[in-house]
């Protein structure tokens, strides 16, 4: 079946510090791919909708300057979390339309010190 | 953000035993999944339901598409060890954007 790639599967940094996310689909174009956010314990909340050449549409109460999202290639989209802080570590998952099916990454956890 | 209403919250069961859980929503959509999550990875497709009121197996799983579109139920039958995991139901808008929206998670814990 279609794969999503999601990298790194882990990373630690300072606070203040920005952290770049990637979401790869290995063998099926995805125009579109979805940015998800999961805190412990808790469900998948949708944090952005992320297009192939165009800007993101992000969710209500998302702030797009601090979650930057690109997707300058039909198999690469990227989440930047931009002067990172505690409150941000969360489990970070992509998914990826793949015609009429949605696949998802393995997530990224991340931890701000 | 938009949750689906999911229940129960946890189950602690004993193995072969069966298991049901459901979802519902104030919303109306065009197709329900059914994802079990594992802890650290992603959520992996179980079940895709497309119509209203349909009924669809995936070995010891059913799943049924309510017939107002703002429902579904997951049985687990026979259930084993490995079935431990959160399972999470989703609604999909569907249209221009293939939007999910998730439930709020089911914990299964499934004893020996």
């Known amino acids: 079946g279609a794969v999503v790639s999601q990298h790194p599967s882990w990373v630690i940094c300072k606070s203040g510090t920005s952290v770049k996310i990637e979401c790869r689909s290995l063998?099926?174009?995805?125009?579109?791919m979805f940015w998800y956010r999961q805190f412990p314990k808790q469900s998948l909340m949708l944090m952005a909708t992320s297009n192939e050449g165009s800007k993101a549409t992000y969710e209500q109460g998302v702030e797009k300057d601090k979650f930057l999202i690109n997707h300058a290639s039909l198999t690469l989209s990227t989440l930047t979390v931009t002067s990172a802080h505690p409150e941000d570590s969360s489990f970070y998952i992509c998914?990826?339309?793949?015609?009429?099916?949605?696949?998802f990454g393995s997530g990224t956890q991340l931890s701000v010190l | 953000g938009q949750q689906l209403n999911q229940s129960p919250q946890s189950m602690f069961i004993q193995e072969g035993e069966d298991v049901s859980m459901n979802c519902t929503s104030s919303s109306i959509f065009n197709t329900w999944l059914w994802y079990k999550q594992d802890p650290g990875e992603g959520p992996v497709l179980l079940i895709a339901?497309?119509?209203?009121?349909e009924l669809t197996s995936n070995g010891r799983l059913t799943a049924q598409f309510g017939i107002t579109r703002k429902d579904s139920f997951l049985n687990i039958s026979a259930s084993i060890p490995s079935d431990v995991g959160i399972y999470f139901c989703a609604g999909l808008y569907g249209g221009a954007t293939n939007k999910l929206i998730f439930g709020t998670g089911t914990l299964l814990a499934v004893q020996p």
């Open positions: 339901l497309y119509k209203a009121g």
């Open positions: 998914s990826a339309q793949g015609g009429a099916s949605l696949f």
């Open positions: 063998d099926f174009q995805a125009t579109t």
